[in-house]
Nanobody, 124 residues
Framework: QVQLVESGGGLVQPGGSLKLSCAAS????????MAWFRQAPGKDRDFVAG????????NYADSVKGRFTISRDNAKNMVYLQMNNLKPEDTAVYYC?????????????????WGQGTQVTVSS
């Protein structure tokens, strides 16, 4: 069974930090590009950060560069998103995604497994 489970969301003040985690089933995690997306109310689901199966060459949306860091632990089938200096505009549901094809350098958002999402709210 395909499984991606996010955790770590919550309410944080502007300037604060959160670390999101995504636990993946081994079958879909190994050698798969992974990514985080987010969706604010009334808006499209947008790419936030991605990472290859090897863990090298992470890439980021311009809006989060320098503030967010994506990483993965291939021994634990986990992917993380460290979010620092959070802003109110970062408020959204954050989704973990795994590419359905093995060995890709980036996630194809039209051909991924999705997690159920975790809410991040940045507010004072």
């Amino acid at each position: 069974q395909v499984q991606l489970v996010e955790s770590g969301g919550g309410l944080v003040q502007p300037g604060g930090s959160l670390k999101l985690s995504c636990a993946a089933s081994e079958r879909i995690f190994i050698n798969s590009a992974m990514a985080w997306f987010r969706q604010a109310p009334g808006k499209d689901r947008d790419f936030v950060a991605g990472i290859r199966g090897s863990g090298i060459y992470p890439n980021y949306a311009d809006s989060v560069k320098g503030r967010f860091t994506i990483s993965r632990d291939n021994a634990k089938n986990m992917v993380y998103l460290q979010m620092n200096n959070l802003k109110p505009e970062d408020t959204a549901v954050y989704y973990c995604a795994a590419d359905r094809k093995k060995g890709q350098i980036a996630v194809d958002r039209n051909d991924v497994y999705w997690g159920q999402g975790t809410q991040v709210t940045v507010s004072s």
